[in-house]
């Protein structure tokens, strides 16, 4: 399966961090309308993922997924179950949507608790907004939760295996 990039507007945040934890490329553009989106998929290749059934004729040939509000873990299923993520689960900033960067612990001194820092485990931050990422209970919860949505487990970035 080829991989999918898609697009998105900020009422669906929420399913786009998920997707992102995934692996998924998910840009969101802020206070975009629907024709800004489809033009951004159109010119970059991307899949425009939205609320909205509405799809203006001129895009007729942009691809689109429509989700509906309220099943976040459906919705994110549904992505899933169709679509070839661009990275492997964890490697991608679910704020920013930036590829995270393998980082090293005496870099991190400081950025993240002593606790982690001395537990050797690997560490991520973001090119983008600075934040620093690691396998932590919070990761163990959204793992959980991801694992449930999708029925499946859902494995971790080389860097974490
Ligand atoms: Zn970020």
């Known amino acids: 399966m080829p991989v999918s990039r898609f697009v998105t507007d900020s009422s669906l945040d929420?399913?786009?961090r998920r997707l992102r934890f995934?692996?998924?490329?998910?840009?969101?553009?802020?206070?975009?309308?629907?024709?800004?989106?489809?033009?951004r998929a159109r010119r970059d290749g991307r899949i425009v993922l939205t609320l909205s059934a509405r799809r203006p004729r001129r895009f007729?040939?942009?691809?689109?997924?429509?989700?509906?509000?309220?099943?976040?873990?459906?919705?994110?299923?549904?992505?899933?179950?169709?679509?070839?993520?661009?990275?492997a689960p964890f490697s991608r900033c679910p704020s920013c949507n930036a590829a995270l960067r393998r980082r090293m612990?005496?870099?991190?001194?400081?950025?993240?608790?002593?606790?982690?820092?001395?537990?050797?485990?690997?560490?991520h931050d973001c090119p983008m907004c600075g934040k620093w990422y690691w396998e932590g209970s919070h990761t163990a919860r959204l793992r959980e939760w991801l694992e449930t949505a999708l029925g499946r487990p859902i494995g971790g970035p080389p860097a974490m295996a």
């Not at 997924?65 to 661009?86: F, K, N, Q, Y």
């Open 60 to 87: 007729a040939s942009v691809p689109a997924v429509t989700v509906t509000r309220g099943d976040l873990a459906g919705a994110l299923r549904s992505v899933a179950i169709a679509h070839e993520p661009a990275g």
């Open 22 to 39: 995934l692996g998924f490329d998910i840009e969101t553009l802020r206070g975009a309308r629907l024709e800004d989106l489809f033009h």
């Open 14 to 16: 929420e399913l786009a």
């Open 105 to 123: 612990s005496f870099e991190a001194r400081g950025e993240v608790p002593g606790g982690v820092l001395r537990g050797n485990q690997a560490l």
